[in-house]
């Protein structure tokens, strides 16, 4: 079956570093996403890596490595307003392509 | 970013009543479209893939004959609640996938959602 594991929920201070990781096992990996999604809002897109490797966007990097089935997103300078859910999402080739979600991470920033 | 809309954003109807929900990619084509509900403090749960042209494909657990998706255009996508239950409200997002070989992009963007209270 397809698994997505990522923590629950993490807390962090305003202008620190956080690092918040997420496994899968899944079959017919083609490429995992990282979303930021408000309270009663829509996902927003934040990345997409389908190679092994770091890609960085501004205060946001997320990182690949498929043989371990592992990613994380990097949230840099942080501020109040990424207080937020972090969507972990496998998309997977299996007769057609889908999108697959992990359970999320309830990201609390404090001043 | 690519911009996918929903409408109605909130529908409130009757028990037994049939709700429509419109999901339009705007400024893109989208061969693909995703349907996805989710309830409170939980992620998003795939309910079925929708193809231009074609018949959705479902997942495992969702009633096709009750929610009926129609993906006839390159930008627009619909699912229809048939005969709603209490039990089918909830927030109902759609995905549009935008792909470009020749841009080496390939993003799935998310419309606003539509929250549905069943009375």
């Known amino acids: 079956g397809q698994n997505i594991d990522q923590p629950t929920e993490m807390t962090a201070t305003e202008g620190a570093i956080v690092q918040i990781n997420c496994t899968y096992q899944?079959?017919?990996?083609?490429?995992l996403f990282w979303y930021q999604q408000h309270a009663g809002e829509a996902p927003t897109f934040l990345s997409y890596n389908v190679l092994d490797g770091l890609e960085e966007k501004g205060r946001f990097s997320s990182f690949l490595s498929r043989s371990k089935g592992y990613s994380y997103l990097l949230l840099k300078e942080l501020q109040m307003k990424d207080s937020a859910s972090y969507l972990c999402?496998?998309?997977?080739?299996?007769?057609?392509?889908?999108?697959?979600f992990g359970a999320g991470t309830r990201l609390f920033v404090k001043a | 970013g690519a911009v996918v809309s929903q409408h109605p954003s909130r529908v409130i109807c009757k028990s037994g009543t049939s709700v429509k929900i419109e999901c339009r990619s705007l400024d893109f084509q989208a061969t693909t479209m995703f349907w996805y509900r989710q309830f409170p403090k939980q992620s998003l749960m795939l309910m079925a893939t929708?193809?231009?042209?074609?018949?959705?494909?479902?997942e495992q657990g969702v009633e096709k004959d009750k929610f009926l998706i129609n993906h006839a255009s390159l930008t627009l996508s619909t699912l229809t609640v048939t005969s709603a239950h209490p039990e089918d409200s909830s927030f109902y997002i759609c995905?549009?996938?935008?792909?470009?070989?020749?841009?080496?992009?390939?993003?799935?963007?998310f419309g606003p959602g539509t929250r549905l209270t069943v009375l």
């Open positions: 999402a496998v998309r997977v080739h299996t007769g057609g392509f889908k999108t697959i």
């Open positions: 929708s193809n231009e042209g074609s018949k959705a494909t479902y």
């Open positions: 995905s549009a996938r935008s792909w470009s070989a020749g841009e080496g992009t390939d993003t799935q963007y």
């Open positions: 899944t079959s017919g990996f083609n490429g």
